[in-house]
């Protein structure tokens, strides 16, 4: 004989579901698929099929996934529990069907695993959540899995198209349906039987690679501590860019983010690529749908993946080393890095980090030699704190490698404490309309810029200099907090010119 179990879904849940679709940088309807997705992903499905009836107003979702047990079918329907945490999948639990409560006449549930059959009803009424859960009974599955229908409401009905889906599969989840990268060994690894999305009984499949439009394309291997190495390709595309730019990061093939790493190419909109990282699930957001600023993982990924794009970019002509002025910049980053120890906020740009440095070693890779040294504690091994090495970058006279492969002094990457602070650098872009920019390290004033020629006519060009770095500063800080003020803007713009004059 069958159970029946009813239940709610907590207190003012018609607030908590939107909240959750607050979290997303899309509307809640796009989020959902992505999340229905995602579910059937961490569920090892090798088949999901995503079913429109614009007649009858019902978007499914339906995979061949390991299904759920009891106990985790009920807390799929619980708010406060999540049978996930970050770190273990590409989404949570219930997630899809919470979000699609805010735009569904009702959201109905099966699933099949290997010990449990069930199904649920489950839609708003007021500002609670009813759903009633059908043990032991299944309504279309044939097989283990998980199947999600939403009844939309008319406004949905009308919103969801086959365009928006593909095209939505298309940005979030590019590698599983690009026929190059799908087989990749790098899925393999974790899709054992492949992946296959369908729509409408149709596969969501690219005619071409992301391999076969790109020209002076490079593989990208990117290792950090203790780690499974990621992989990647970088290039630029031939003709007309069909793709959003910028490089895929991904995660069990769910794009994260598209990002140039902070740099200003040539061709920019041209310029896109693929690197697949599994570590980096330990580095996102709670939505899944971007990485955590200050994240130490994602940190020493991005640094490692900034500098081989960066080397990149300089070999095909479309970044130019920006020119070092130490003799003209060396007085003003040592005022603007002793006023940033006194913004808490801006502490750490001014301050030691931990970083990796060549230290110089017989049996290490040559490498390319930088100007200006600095000296760091511990010998090779880092068992003793020796005398000291002088390694890149400094501000003493001198030369030692870089961690960038080329023909000078073989050494071997060490992380070590180094003495931070930010560095200005230049470059001619007429082609930009930026001031400055912010990589991370180096503050790269634009010389083309019309402010930057008449400031320097004027003799004002130090100020130009000082308001170019703090603004980038502010611009990178306030892109690693997930609810940026843009009063802080203002409050540490002030705060820092004070503490310059008063100097």
């Not at 930057?452 to 892109?479: D, G, P, Q, T, W």
Request: hydrophobic share 35%.
């Amino acid at each position: 004989m069958s159970n029946h179990y009813e239940g709610k879904s907590g207190v003012n849940v018609k607030r908590l579901v939107q909240n959750i679709a607050d979290q997303y940088p899309f509307k809640p309807q796009i989020a959902t698929v992505v999340e229905l997705v995602a579910n059937s992903l961490d569920a090892k499905a090798s088949l999901i099929e995503i079913v429109l009836n614009k007649e009858e107003g019902i978007l499914s979702v339906k995979d061949n996934g390991l299904g759920m047990d009891k106990k985790r079918f009920r807390e799929y329907h619980d708010f406060a529990a999540s049978a996930k945490t970050r770190g273990k999948g590409i989404g949570f639990a219930g997630q899809g069907a919470k979000l699609a409560l805010n735009f569904c006449k009702k959201v109905l549930t099966e699933t099949w695993s290997s010990n449990y059959r069930g199904y649920s009803e489950w839609f708003l009424k007021g500002n609670e959540a009813p759903y009633k859960i059908f043990d032991n009974q299944i309504l279309t599955l044939d097989s283990l899995g998980t199947k999600v229908a939403l009844y939309l409401n008319k406004e949905s009905a009308d919103f969801y198209t086959e365009d928006l889906i593909k095209e939505t599969i298309h940005e979030h989840y590019f590698p599983l349906i690009d026929p190059k990268l799908k087989l990749k060994e790098a899925y393999k690894n974790f899709y054992e039987e492949g992946v296959k999305i369908l729509f409408n009984n149709k596969e969501i499949i690219l005619d071409l690679s992301i391999e076969d439009v790109l020209e002076e394309k490079r593989d990208i291997v990117i290792s950090i501590h203790r780690k499974p190495k990621a992989i990647g390709l970088v290039g630029r595309i031939k003709g007309a860019n069909f793709l959003p730019p910028g490089i895929m990061v991904c995660t069990y093939g769910k794009v994260i983010e598209r990002t140039h790493f902070k740099k200003e190419p040539k061709e920019k909109e041209k310029i896109i690529g693929w690197i697949e990282a599994p570590y980096l699930i330990e580095a996102v957001t709670t939505d899944k749908c971007r990485f955590q600023a200050g994240n130490k993982i994602w940190e020493g990924f991005f640094r490692k993946a900034q500098s081989e794009f960066s080397r990149w970019l300089e070999e095909t002509g479309l970044l130019e080393k920006p020119i070092r002025r130490e003799l003209d910049y060396a007085n003003l980053e040592e005022e603007i890095n002793s006023i940033l120890k006194n913004l808490p906020e801006l502490y750490s740009f001014g301050s030691g980090i931990q970083r990796d440095v060549a230290i110089q070693d017989a049996e290490g890779e040559e490498k390319e030699m930088g100007e200006g040294t600095q000296k760091v504690p511990g010998t090779k091994g880092g068992e003793t704190t020796g005398e000291g090495v002088a390694v890149y970058p400094g501000d003493e006279l001198g030369r030692a490698p870089t961690t960038e492969p080329g023909e000078g002094t073989p050494a071997t990457p060490k992380p070590r404490i180094i003495r931070g602070g930010i560095r200005i650098a230049e470059d001619e872009r007429p082609d930009l309309d930026q001031e400055a920019w912010f990589d991370g390290e180096s503050v790269t004033v634009n010389k083309s810029h019309p402010a930057y020629a008449k400031s320097k006519k004027n003799e004002l060009l130090n100020y130009h200099l000082l308001k170019c770095v703090i603004m980038e500063l502010i611009r990178f800080n306030l892109e690693r907090e997930p609810e940026p003020s843009y009063q802080r803007v203002f409050d540490l713009q002030q705060r820092f010119f004070k503490l310059w004059g008063e100097q």
